[in-house]
């Protein structure tokens, strides 16, 4: 009687000490687009699980980096199924790996993720959608909006924004193309100058004194140039909000 006293209160114990446990989804990064912000998603999200967690607790996490070469220039002849097929077979890879949800580690690439999403079983948590939701919680109907071209005026982008009623507004065609080049040309590689963190910063202005609530800084390098210290108007950072909502999805 004495043992099976003893066992039983193992037992009971054991089930104490396993309903503690903090059991994590493994987060896939397709990373690389550019290299530089995959390394500020990577640190954020391991800071967020730490923070949550504490002790030594780190994200479980793969990264699958592309090079970003190959989608520039396939950008520039305008092949965007390459694109697709280069993006799709990462995430086929990353599923492959072990991974339980993905992030695309750049707002532009997103315009191929409802494609993508069809042809893995796990999710792509799209940065718009939660971009989305931040700004709704918020109260915020009209926001500006940075990033390439693409991003700035392609509908995959904005309709996402829109379905949280959050109305996008994107810089003047002489604002937008200076943006784009700076993007592609400087931040991607890298290059974070003085002369263009004003310029920015003017073409925010502008977007403030025209109603935005709010900027979405929705290219992933753009944080890298610019802080909020550096403006009255509330920016939201996309890097951030997208790593957090990888994180939620980990461990929830």
Known sequence: MLNSEIIFSNFFLLLQWLSKIKYMKTIGLLGGVSW???????????????????GKNSAQCI???????????????????AIE???????????????DCIGLCANTIHRFAEEVTHKIAIPIIHIADETGKVLQKQNISMAGLLGTKLTMEDEFYCNKLRNYGVEPMIPDEEDRKYIHNVILEELTQGIFKTETEKRVLSIIDKLQKCG???VILGCTEIPLLISQSNSSIPFFDTTIIHSKALVDFALK
């Open 85 to 99: 097929e280069l993006i799709t077979n990462a995430c086929i890879k990353l599923e492959q790996s072990g991974a």
């Open 212 to 214: 935005a609530g709010g």
């Open 63 to 81: 990264i699958y980096s592309v090079n970003f070469n190959d989608i520039t220039s396939n950008a520039y002849k305008g092949n965007f199924k």
């Open 36 to 54: 530089h912000s995959t390394i500020e998603y990577y640190k954020n999200i391991n800071k967020l699980v730490n923070k949550k967690l504490g």
